[in-house]
């Protein structure tokens, strides 16, 4: 045990032994701070039983990431659980499955095809700056009235929550207004991680794997999971009716599949038409156009 984690010090490379690391107990960016305070900029630290050489030189990341990067393609693998969709995730798979979703992916997204989607953004700006007006002005005049905190940070997640969601699926929950709809609280299942399961994840993946452990909630991945679906099925019917056809993460990623149509990306119209769904699990979801 010994050997294994002195492997950094044995080599001359400056850093925390096994014993000192805290990520755990720190915010990340702190302690990477402290850690290149204390050992430099390129410095060797434990993550689990994985060496991991910390780089904070741009120079040498610049070599890394662009110049030479056909001799760094992977990143450490990370098992986030057995679902389909967890191990399909953009920043999961390693080796040459990575680099074929890479491939793709940066193929849908370049700046043009990105800058179509400000549009939506535009509009839940506008969305989210009346609903903050209408209905919560009272709340928070009241809450300064008594010297009591704003929490703004409810409000500019619901609003992120809305963004994210309308550039992804073209739908827009209004959350700031709907704190209970289905792709609000989902989404904060997925994103309140738990640390015991992602402590083991990390630190003992084989043990999480026999405990049959799941990094995010199964639950809320198989709604996801069904809403990209029928999402998909939708759009594909509507494929043949340029006048129905939405700008978003999906249908950029739709639009991979058929290089062989003319698609301008750089043009998008002013305005969005909100329709309603009928179908499941997207109804009643207000979707933007």
Known sequence: MRWWFTYWSRHGVPGP??????????????????????????YGTYIGTSRS????????????MVRDFHVFPDHRHFDPGST????????????????????????????????????HIDHICDTFVDNLDAHRRKEIALQLDLGEP???????????????SACAYGINPESINNLDHPI???????????????LFLVLAPWLAKLLKLQLFDTNSIDYFDELTKQIFKERKAISEHPAKRRIDFIQLMIDSENTDKDLDYNTHSDGEQDVESTDAPTKGLRVVR
């Open 17 to 42: 032994n096994f014993m000192e690391y805290d990520l755990f107990y720190n915010i990340h960016h702190d302690y990477i701070l402290n850690a290149v305070q204390k050992y430099g900029r390129i």
């Open 53 to 64: 050489l910390v780089v904070n030189e741009p120079d040498l990341l610049r070599d890394i």
């Open 84 to 119: 389909k969709v967890s191990k399909l995730m953009y920043f999961m798979p390693g080796d040459d499955d990575w680099k074929r979703v890479r491939s793709i992916v940066s193929a849908a997204f370049t700046l043009g095809k990105v800058r179509a989607m400000m549009a």
């Open 150 to 164: 704003v929490n703004m940070r409810l409000y500019f997640g619901a609003f992120l929550m809305d963004v994210i």
């Open 184 to 198: 609000v609280t989902n989404a904060k299942r997925i994103l309140s991680v738990d640390g015991f399961r992602m």
